[in-house]
C-alpha cells in the first residue's frame, strides 16, 4: 500500500480535480487529500470505498502495488 497516496493523485489529476474539489467530493479536509498524497496520512476502509466508487477502479487496484490503476 506504499503506492496508495501516488495513485490518488494520478486518479486526480487525470479527471482535472484540485484537491480541494476532491476532498469536497470526498467529505474530507483538503490537507487530509494532501496527506495521503503525500503519504503522510493514512485512510480508512470507508475512504478507500468511496474514492474506487468515485473514480471507477477496484478497491485491489487501489490497495495493491503492483496492480495500476487505469
Do not use: C, P, W
Request: proline content about 0%; aromatic content about 4%.
Amino acid at each position: 500500500m506504499k503506492r496508495f497516496g501516488e495513485k490518488l493523485r494520478a486518479l486526480r489529476l487525470r479527471e482535472g480535480y484540485t484537491t480541494r474539489q476532491l476532498a469536497d467530493r470526498l467529505g474530507v479536509s483538503h490537507t487530509h487529500v494532501i496527506g495521503i498524497e503525500n503519504g503522510k496520512r493514512g485512510t480508512s476502509t470507508e475512504l478507500v470505498l468511496r474514492i474506487a466508487d468515485l473514480f471507477h477502479v477496484t478497491i485491489d487496484q487501489l490497495m495493491r502495488d503492483e496492480l495500476e490503476v487505469d
